[in-house]
């Protein structure tokens, strides 16, 4: 009895690492592929930088060579109307004539980055298929798709959730 009681613990055991093991390889094989590359993370911050040292007149041309084709979609948790995507003539314009909601959050978050404080302006990064989202601090998620080997900007979330 006490031997059948031996192996009943033991295949429990046995199980239980088992199962550790699994869950370790998953966590790792996750984070492999999910990594940020440094070439992803160098062209980020590259946009951001050219946001803030041309703060407020940027190159249109060098502005749109971050952004993605299809556009950008522009989200703010403050306000009820719903994520907007704006093509690339729609940012082009906001930008030229310093105005909408184009140009107010580009501004902002060149504004946000250039406080030299991690509570505005470090940077996080975090991969998900093929997408590398970026954290501009506790503000704005910056989220860019992986093209042929570029990054080009697909969605600018404001995330501070004001008078609350």
């Given at each position: 009895m006490?031997?059948?009681?031996?192996?009943s613990?033991d295949?429990?055991?046995?199980?239980?690492?088992?199962?550790?093991?699994?869950f370790?390889?998953?966590?790792?094989?996750?984070e492999?592929?999910?990594?940020?590359?440094?070439?992803?993370?160098?062209?980020?911050?590259?946009?951001?930088?050219?946001?803030?040292?041309?703060?407020?007149?940027?190159?249109?041309?060098?502005?749109?060579?971050?952004?993605?084709?299809e556009?950008?979609?522009?989200?703010?948790i403050?306000?009820?109307?719903?994520?907007?995507?704006?093509?690339?003539?729609?940012?082009?314009?906001?930008?030229?004539?310093?105005?909408?909601?184009?140009?107010?959050?580009?501004?902002?978050?060149?504004e946000?980055?250039?406080?030299?404080?991690?509570?505005?302006?470090?940077?996080?990064?975090?991969?998900?298929?093929?997408?590398?989202?970026a954290?501009?601090?506790?503000?704005?998620?910056?989220?860019?798709?992986l093209?042929?080997?570029?990054?080009?900007?697909?969605?600018?979330e404001?995330?501070?959730?004001?008078?609350?």
């Amino acid at each position: 009895m006490k031997k059948n009681k031996l192996k009943s613990i033991d295949i429990i055991l046995l199980s239980f690492m088992i199962i550790f093991c699994l869950f370790i390889i998953g966590i790792r094989s996750e984070e492999s592929r999910s990594s940020v590359t440094q070439d992803e993370i160098t062209q980020i911050t590259n946009f951001l930088n050219f946001l803030r040292t041309n703060s407020p007149s940027w190159n249109l041309d060098k502005f749109i060579s971050f952004v993605s084709p299809e556009g950008v979609t522009f989200s703010d948790i403050n306000d009820p109307q719903p994520d907007k995507c704006y093509n690339l003539q729609q940012i082009k314009e906001s930008l030229t004539k310093h105005d909408g909601k184009v140009y107010e959050t580009i501004y902002h978050l060149s504004e946000i980055y250039s406080i030299p404080s991690p509570q505005y302006s470090e940077l996080n990064f975090r991969k998900k298929d093929n997408n590398v989202d970026a954290h501009v601090g506790d503000w704005y998620v910056l989220t860019f798709k992986l093209e042929k080997g570029r990054c080009l900007l697909i969605k600018c979330e404001y995330t501070v959730l004001e008078g609350g």
